[in-house]
């Protein structure tokens, strides 16, 4: 390794969503809060550099409407097998961070953040990488680290890797992508690529049907690559979660990296939360018994601090094993517990879940909505949120619901692992994991859960180990500044 002295090290952050100005995902809380927790470090943390993190995101129509003071900062054209399209790029602030949207026909011809389909969202996200990776050289701004994210942007990483042979200006330039769910690789986007005369990847360690799809076209070229849990790294090399690139991806394990994801630690705040009615601290839980008693109204569920709440809010997905949440509730007694399910998705799962609440209408409830207010309500008044994952590369949920007291219930997959002290092996428990291959392993937990949360006391002591956790920005934003240092050294 070459030792380099930087003053500012520049690094483009590319996302198909970011936290405030379109989120659907994670992945929005992620390019939210990331580049702006860059940004925060401390110079003298940072060996000295400073970290000058911009931000890209396409410039959807539900940003334009939002009314954000932008300005015009450049435009070109992007190369196809037709005709040029044409690329604006506007720029805007999140905080201290700048912001480029960017904007063309493809990204107008889509609503929404996404589409029905991946054909339908490719060129969209095509057009935007290739104008990602133009951005930096009509401005002037020398780029030393491009991070990209999911399929949506890895045609950026997959064309800088052959950029840096034909441009000086991106010779010195290094790349990353970080997958956050890995079964997402863009199949669909092959006519689109063609489209903008990228090639198909050609290493032979690769499956061949893999070299033509986006999210292995970026892992492949990137300097290097990063899921968002250090569990989800080690799951990613197996073939329960590979997708049938676990062989490939093992070629790749020496610069393969878990970070965890961080939490928005001022977004998500039971002490300064505006849409819960009594603010508390794990210095104060017994304020939390207001918050329980106002979601029990508002559910119009019996008004009682000693019945415990169970919880799930989130994707209605098989992913998230929203169909053995159902399984293991209708096994409970139907008495001595409450339940609420919030969130949208499948159908079939949704209309499962309907069907269990018209079944038990006394302690079940069923909301099929989008609803982030009411989101936070659940967290600081039900007592144990239920996260059967099938897979989970990182999770937020159970941050979230251990920082407002919530006791997660989860299987032991992912990042869940990474941030859950089950509570019957560590001293320091924070929660109840189980294993997705014991029979009723859900169920068996929660009636684990609910039999300890009959001694207030040891309950207690859960929630204040979970709420003392830090899942903030700050310690993760530390291991990727780490990371860019030792990339550029190479």
């Not at 899942?471 to 993760?476: A, D, E, G, R, V």
Request: hydrophobic share 40%.
């Amino acid at each position: 390794m070459v030792e380099i002295t930087r003053q500012v090290i520049n690094v483009l952050y590319i996302a198909a969503e970011a936290e405030p100005f379109a989120r659907v995902g994670g992945l929005g809380d992620v390019a939210g809060a990331l580049p702006l927790a860059l940004r925060a470090i401390p110079i003298e943390l940072n060996s000295h550099a400073r970290l000058d993190v911009r931000l890209a995101i396409p410039y959807y129509a539900r940003i334009k409407s939002a009314g954000y003071h932008t300005q015009l900062v450049t435009e070109f054209d992007i190369q196809t097998r037709k005709s040029p399209v044409h690329a604006l790029v506007y720029e805007t602030k999140s905080g201290d961070l700048p912001v480029y949207l960017i904007d063309g026909q493809p990204i107008q011809s889509v609503d929404g953040i996404y589409g029905t389909s991946v054909q339908a969202d490719a060129e969209k996200f095509i057009f935007f990488s290739l104008a990602c990776l133009r951005l930096p050289e009509e401005i002037g701004w020398h780029v030393d680290i491009l991070h990209a994210n999911d399929w949506h942007t890895a045609a950026a990483i997959h064309q800088m890797k052959r950029l840096r042979r034909a441009n000086p200006f991106y010779k010195q330039t290094k790349s990353t992508i970080s997958i956050h769910n890995l079964p997402f690789m863009g199949t669909g986007a092959k006519e689109a690529l063609r489209l903008y005369q990228i090639s198909p990847a050609r290493n032979p360690s690769m499956p061949p049907w893999s070299r033509s799809l986006p999210l292995p076209m970026g892992i492949d070229a990137a300097d290097w690559v990063l899921t968002v849990s250090p569990h989800y790294a080690e799951e990613i090399l197996t073939s329960g979660f590979g997708c049938d690139l676990q062989e490939y991806l093992k070629t790749r394990a020496g610069r393969l990296t878990g970070i965890l994801n961080g939490l928005d630690t001022d977004l998500w705040d039971p002490a300064n939360d505006r849409n819960i009615k009594q603010p508390f601290d794990a210095n104060s839980l017994s304020a939390r018994w207001s918050d329980k008693k106002e979601l029990q109204s508002e559910l119009n569920l019996p008004q009682d601090v000693s019945i415990p709440i169970l919880a799930y809010v989130g994707r209605m997905e098989d992913q998230k094993g929203v169909d053995l949440i159902l399984q293991a509730i209708s096994k409970l007694k139907p008495d001595g517990w409450q339940c609420v399910i919030l969130g949208t998705g499948n159908k079939k799962i949704e209309a499962a879940a309907l069907a269990l609440q018209a079944a038990q209408p006394g302690n079940i409830r069923v909301l099929t909505k989008f609803d982030i207010p009411l989101s936070h309500r659940i967290y600081a008044g039900a007592d144990m949120l239920m996260m059967p994952s099938r897979y989970e590369p990182c999770g937020l949920a159970q941050m979230i619901a251990m920082r407002y007291g919530c006791i997660p219930v989860a299987s032991a997959t992912g990042g869940l692992v990474n941030t859950i002290f089950d509570h019957t092996v560590h001293e320091i428990g924070t929660g109840f994991l189980f294993d997705l291959g014991q029979k009723d392993g859900l169920y068996k937990a929660i009636v684990k859960a609910l039999k300890i949360f009959k001694n207030q006391t040891e309950w207690q002591q859960i929630q204040i180990n979970a709420m003392h956790q830090d899942h903030s920005w700050k310690n993760s934003a530390l291991e990727y500044a780490a990371l860019y240092r030792k990339l550029l050294r190479s």
